[in-house]
């Protein structure tokens, strides 16, 4: 299988001079990633996801990009089904296009809607309740990217049942002023970070 790197992205330089397709950009806010690992940032931005299917002559026959924001969290999921791809091009083939086809705008996705509450919990608790932080491919250190994204999400997911135990506890035992007043100051430490995340997965 061969992958064909683009480090300039003259490729997408190409398919928008020649209006293929065009795709979204992100660029991290490395304030966010865990351990600040800075080989993630990119001059030019890191591409969103999309899919482009064309025939021989050029013509476009679909097109699809995704729009980072809050509901999939910053285009990190939600695709198209191949199911309903596949559909939509055998639709096009049987009736050739005589111009480029439109994006679409409403596919049928693989993934529902994230909800954003649960989301930025999941995220403070993979920074310990200090501070947010993205579940951003890791480098070990023999250079190569760690794929253990879904062993930290879990992880991250089972220290919330601890996280809201702990200040339930507290608010038993503790008189309220004092666990009111802590609970005060966590908030107040944490909303910087949560305002961070809240504008870096803004709609577009």
């Not at 285009?75 to 199911?83: I, Q």
């Not at 096009?92 to 679409?104: E, I, M, N, R």
């Amino acid at each position: 299988m061969r992958h064909i790197g683009d480090p300039h992205q003259e490729i997408l330089s190409e398919c928008r001079e020649r209006d293929w397709i065009d795709l979204f950009t992100t660029h991290w806010d490395m304030e966010l990633v865990q351990g600040g690992d800075t080989w993630m940032s990119h001059p030019k931005g890191h591409f969103q996801p999309g899919v482009l299917v064309m025939r021989k002559d050029g013509t476009v026959l679909y097109r699809w990009q995704s729009r980072p924001s809050r509901k999939n969290v910053g285009g990190a999921v939600s695709r198209p089904t191949p199911e309903y791809v596949w559909q939509k091009i055998e639709s096009a083939l049987a009736t050739p296009p005589t111009s480029h086809a439109d994006y679409d705008e409403s596919p049928d996705m693989d993934v529902e809607p994230v909800f954003w509450p649960l989301f930025v919990m999941v995220l403070i608790a993979n920074g310990w309740f200090i501070r947010p932080r993205v579940f951003n491919m890791q480098v070990g250190d023999d250079n190569r990217i760690k794929n253990n994204v879904g062993k930290r999400q879990k992880a991250a997911l089972r220290r919330l049942p601890f996280f809201f135990g702990f200040w339930i506890l507290l608010f038993a035992l503790v008189p309220l002023p004092v666990s009111a007043g802590l609970l005060t100051l966590w908030v107040a430490w944490i909303t910087p970070g949560v305002i961070r995340v809240h504008h870096s997965f803004r709609s577009i």
